[in-house]
């Protein structure tokens, strides 16, 4: 359901040393441990939580606006991916808040833009928008 995942890091146009300490990631892909960890609750999926929050009954998850990292990962990186030449690419938190009530192919084509702008260069191909 998980493994370890040694990255590499592109950060503004630098790529970082791998962590020491793995990083877990999904397998075979991030939503298996969701899935797995709901099978005997409710859960609603593509819906934004924004916060955490604990209460008597445990933790709730709000769903006020959507919080996300400004990050990008090269799917076959991680471990059981095939090679496939897909990227993950996480929004940042303002993008996100100010782009929550997007269609998924409009929110996908504006991110590819903005990382073909970022990396200098045209991305043709269209990918998969997801909303967590």
Same mark, same amino acid.
């Given at each position: 359901?998980?493994?370890?995942?040694?990255?590499?890091?592109?950060?503004?146009?630098?790529?970082?040393?791998?962590?020491?300490?793995?990083?877990?990631?999904?397998?075979?892909?991030?939503?298996?441990?969701?899935?797995?960890?709901?099978?005997?609750?409710?859960?609603?999926?593509?819906?934004?939580?924004?916060?955490?929050?604990?209460?008597?009954?445990?933790?709730?998850?709000?769903?006020?606006?959507?919080?996300? =990292?400004?990050? $990008? %990962?090269? &799917?076959?990186?991680?471990?059981?991916? @095939?090679?496939?030449?897909?990227? /993950?690419?996480? !929004?940042?938190?303002?993008?996100?808040?100010?782009?929550?009530? =997007?269609?998924? $192919? %409009?929110? &996908?084509?504006?991110?590819?833009?903005? @990382?073909?702008?970022?990396?200098? /260069?045209?991305? !043709?191909?269209?990918?998969?928008?997801?909303?967590?």
């Amino acid at each position: 359901m998980i493994e370890r995942w040694y990255p590499r890091i592109l950060h503004v146009g630098a790529v970082l040393p791998r962590p020491r300490e793995p990083w877990f990631v999904g397998v075979p892909g991030m939503n298996e441990v969701v899935r797995h960890l709901q099978s005997d609750l409710a859960v609603n999926f593509n819906a934004p939580v924004a916060r955490l929050e604990r209460t008597t009954a445990g933790w709730g998850a709000l769903d006020d606006g959507a919080v996300l =990292l400004g990050e $990008g %990962a090269r &799917e076959a990186s991680r471990p059981r991916r @095939v090679e496939s030449g897909a990227w /993950t690419i996480n !929004a940042t938190p303002d993008w996100s808040h100010a782009n929550l009530e =997007l269609e998924a $192919g %409009a929110a &996908e084509s504006q991110l590819r833009a903005l @990382v073909g702008e970022a990396v200098g /260069t045209t991305l !043709a191909s269209p990918g998969k928008a997801h909303r967590w």
